[in-house]
């Protein structure tokens, strides 16, 4: 008991003596690594790779973690790492993505992709800047003994934009025993440098589809001997729009877009079948599946009508179902209050939930969590285009922000959730 006490004594001390780690002395230390950061980034932006094969920003990470003797984890959903700082409790998460889109990008920048026909145009390269600084000013920290006591997981995962690799890595045990988990994604609406959360939705759920209109082709000039799919699809189509706008709530959330659409390929022919796909979103679960269920009972009913057959395909394989990303009430009014204290109460402001899928949403069923939106809108720097465009262009100006807010979140969290040496014993 008496070696318990003295023990606990000791933790104490050592807890209430380490140098305190300030947000206003992470952002110093951020900024002056900017140029670092900007390298970083140009790095990543010139090698964008398709989710799970992420080879050479799998190496660029993992060099720079040998070179800092952060220990890794790698492997996980195959290109993905999980770096750890610090040790013990508690454990908070740090995540970011690292797959780019399949968007050509135009000539421009010195360090555009060399990837042909691949883009980091959804800002990933610069999430894992900012999250590669984030553990480069831990790891600098908690050397010279100033990091509160616990760990920082950063997760570096593959396949966000549609293979949920967060979920993948999650069920390879990526979030054991951790506490909690952050992540932050660069937004193009909103102003340099701010930062934006709110507790519950931030994002929709997502499901993509598609709907094979089946009939009989034959000689355009003869419609009556053959079975038109086309007019059968347009037909369905049209319907599959009253979904939202005739059977859910206005004041709900829902979004139906057909974004693909496939028939024949002759003026003078009647084509066997017509595709069609596209996407659904919903703030809630149960709005996705209701969405999902009227496309299943239209898509046949519809297409019967125009003697046609129609098949709905979910195509999860290729596109797993994203459920809506709902952050932790606490979790995000603890987000907020620290990026306050870093960036300044007025940089800080509730976000407007958005119809985009983010895989974090695995995290966020998973431990409480919150993901942030950081503004990058900046008229100066030409980034004003929107995300998935191939005129995507990041006000690198933010990157040292994005880092601090990271190593501050991180900090700030070990610090209000230490384990008191009583709970150890
Ligand atoms: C629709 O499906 C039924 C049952 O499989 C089949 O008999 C019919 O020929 C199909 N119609 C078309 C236009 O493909
Ligand atoms: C916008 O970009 C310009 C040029 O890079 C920079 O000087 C300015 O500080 C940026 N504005 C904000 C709000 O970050």
Redesign the pocket.
């Known amino acids: 008991m008496t070696q318990k006490l003295l023990l606990a004594a000791a933790l104490l001390a050592a807890a209430c003596c380490a140098h305190a780690l300030t947000p206003a002395t992470i952002l110093e230390r951020a900024q002056a690594i900017q140029g670092w950061l900007v390298e970083q980034r140009r790095t990543l932006h010139a090698c964008p790779e398709p989710g799970f094969q992420e080879k050479a920003t799998h190496d660029h990470i993992t060099r720079f973690l040998d070179s800092h003797n952060i220990p890794y984890k790698t492997g996980l959903a195959q290109t993905g790492i999980v770096a750890t700082i610090g040790s013990g409790r508690p454990v908070v998460a740090l995540r970011t993505d690292m797959d780019a889109l399949p968007i050509h990008e135009p000539q421009g920048a010195e360090y555009r992709s060399k990837n042909e026909g691949w883009m980091h145009a959804c800002g990933h390269d610069g999430h894992m800047a900012m999250a590669l600084g984030a553990a480069r000013l831990l790891a600098e920290a908690a050397r010279a003994g100033e990091l509160p006591a616990g760990s920082v997981k950063i997760v570096f995962q593959p396949a966000e934009e549609g293979g949920a690799g967060g979920d993948i890595m999650i069920q390879e045990g990526a979030l054991d025993g951790v506490d909690a988990a952050f992540a932050m994604h660069v937004m193009p609406h909103l102003?340099?440098?701010s930062l934006h959360s709110r507790g519950g939705t931030i994002m929709a759920g997502a499901l993509s589809f598609r709907v094979t209109v089946a009939g009989r082709g034959g000689h355009a000039a003869m419609p009556h001997l053959n079975v038109d799919p086309v007019v059968a699809a347009a037909g369905l189509m049209s319907a599959l729009q009253t979904i939202v706008s005739r059977e859910t709530s206005p004041l709900g959330s829902g979004v139906l877009s057909i974004t693909m659409l496939r028939a024949g390929d002759a003026y003078n022919v009647i084509p066997d079948e017509v595709m069609f796909g596209g996407t659904i979103r919903g703030l809630t679960h149960e709005h996705l599946l209701y969405m999902k269920r009227r496309i299943e009972e239209m898509s046949p009913a519809v297409a019967a009508a125009y003697g046609c057959n129609a098949t709905v395909d979910w195509r999860l394989d290729e596109q797993p179902y994203y459920p809506p990303t709902v952050n932790d009430e606490k979790a995000a009014a603890f987000a907020m209050q620290a990026g306050a204290s870093l960036l300044g109460a007025e940089q800080v402001a509730t976000a407007e939930p958005l119809m985009t899928g983010e895989d974090f949403a695995f995290f966020c069923r998973k431990v409480p969590c919150a993901l942030l939106f950081l503004g990058i809108r900046?008229?100066?720097?030409g980034?004003v285009h929107a995300l998935h465009s191939p005129k995507f262009t990041l006000?690198?100006?933010?990157l040292y922000k994005g880092a601090a807010v990271h190593a501050t979140l991180a900090t700030e969290y070990l610090r209000a959730n230490a384990v008191s040496a009583r709970d150890e014993l």
């Open positions: 102003p340099s440098g900046n008229e100066t720097a980034a006000d690198e100006g933010v």
